[in-house]
């Protein structure tokens, strides 16, 4: 697997993303654990509207690791920077991260992270998070090993 590339971009990049994007979803469709068919509703569509609104407000960055040998892209992270609305700090997260799963064993994700929360350290952001849907609690591990953890536990009304 020595021949991957990141390629940096922003919001200009999102239909690369769709059919990654795509597969991550169903995963959470076939794992939620009380939302399922909401995941099925939630189409890229829907989601590169807020990424283009949360871009007008701050910054979105989108990171893709492409397969050269193979000439596909095989993961992607999109984070975002923006200021807040209660104080000067700026706030960021990862928004969607995704790896296929030959690719997994290869430090992909890991590259993915790293750039990721070096571009947000370039951007003194001041608190980063990341949200893991239930039913996918299996990447926590996998966030820990860059200082993220659990802090709280949203519950919503079905």
Request: with cysteine; charged share 30%.
């Amino acid at each position: 697997m020595g021949n991957i590339e990141l390629v940096y971009g922003g919001i200009e990049l999102l239909d690369y993303v769709k059919p990654l994007w795509e597969k991550l979803n169903k995963h959470h469709i076939e794992n939620s654990i009380h939302f399922s068919d909401r995941f099925k509703k939630f189409t890229f569509d829907f989601r590169r509207g807020l990424l283009e609104e949360k871009a007008l407000r701050g910054k979105i960055k989108v990171i893709l690791a492409k397969d050269n040998e193979n000439d596909i892209y095989i993961g992607y992270c999109i984070s975002s920077i923006v200021k807040s609305t209660v104080d000067e700090n700026m706030y960021g997260e990862i928004e969607s991260i995704f790896v296929e799963n030959n690719y997994r064993k290869y430090g992909i994700g890991d590259m993915l992270m790293k750039r990721t929360l070096d571009w947000m350290d370039e951007n003194n952001v001041a608190t980063k998070h990341i949200i893991v849907a239930a039913g996918n609690e299996q990447v926590i591990s996998f966030y820990e090993r860059y200082g993220f953890y659990v802090k709280t536990l949203k519950l919503e009304q079905k």
